[in-house]
Nanobody, 119 residues
Framework: QVQLVESGGGLVQAGGSLRLSCAASGRTFSSYAMGWFRQAPGKEREFVAA????????YYANSVKGRFTISRDNAKNTVYLQMNSLKTEDTAVYYC????????????WGQGTQVTVSS
């Protein structure tokens, strides 16, 4: 079992920055890949970014590429999402997720943290 707890969300003006954190517990953190997803009101959940087990590989949605950076600290069992140049369309609940296997499916999810970007 893996427990994930997100933090760092809040209200920010367009053009500003936020850093989300996701603290994991329950299994060896370095043994699973991590991802960030988001869901805006009335929309389906969408992929934002992912990072491999060794943090050498990262992936981003086109909509956030160049503005968001995913990173992980295996010693702290934490994954981060640094969000810069925020836009109003980035407003959503952000979720972190853990992928234990290698089939592309995420097995565990956090409860989410709200990010609101005002104009």
């Amino acid at each position: 079992q893996v427990q994930l707890v997100e933090s760092g969300g809040g209200l920010v003006q367009a053009g500003g920055s936020l850093r989300l954190s996701c603290a994991a517990s329950g299994r060896t953190f370095s043994s699973y890949a991590m991802g960030w997803f988001r869901q805006a009101p009335g929309k389906e959940r969408e992929f934002v970014a992912a990072i491999g087990r060794s943090d050498s590989s990262t992936y981003y949605a086109n909509s956030v590429k160049g503005r968001f950076t995913i990173s992980r600290d295996n010693a702290k069992n934490t994954v981060y999402l640094q969000m810069n140049s925020l836009k109003t369309e980035d407003t959503a609940v952000y979720y972190c997720a853990a992928q234990l296997g290698f089939n592309g499916q995420y097995d565990y999810w956090g409860q989410g943290t709200q990010v609101t970007v005002s104009s």
